[in-house]
């Protein structure tokens, strides 16, 4: 059995409970892998990511932009287009993302990562 003894538990980390609390809602992760990969028109965005709605879609990008992680950048046309590409602090978040996604190669089922897929 194991010794959980009397120390009491530490308190969780702030930055893990900051990073949570923007990538831990739904569809934050998938946008900024995208992303990862090259600026990104939202229209080809949202086709990217099968299931996520615009209005979703719309949300998290201003969520992200205000975090300092993305930016918007409007191609004046015409037509007139709206892209999408990761700041320095944004692109900086590709090692712990592609770790992550080792870690669910080994560790999670498909199951468990169900609706995960992107692409452009």
Request: net charge neutral; glycine share 12%.
């Amino acid at each position: 059995m194991a010794d959980h003894g009397e120390q009491p538990c530490r308190r969780v980390d702030g930055g893990i409970s900051r990073v949570f609390a923007l990538f831990g809602k739904r569809w934050t992760g998938q946008i900024v892998s995208v992303l990862l990969q090259r600026p990104v028109h939202f229209a080809e965005l949202r086709r990217a990511i099968p299931g996520i709605s615009e209005r979703m879609l719309s949300d998290r990008l201003t969520e992200l932009g205000a975090a300092g992680l993305v930016i918007r950048e409007v191609d004046e046309g015409p037509p007139l287009r709206v892209a999408y590409r990761l700041t320095e602090a944004g692109a900086a978040m590709e090692p712990a993302l592609k770790e992550l996604g080792r870690w669910a190669d080994v560790h999670l089922t498909r199951d468990d990562a169900a609706g995960s897929g992107t692409g452009c």
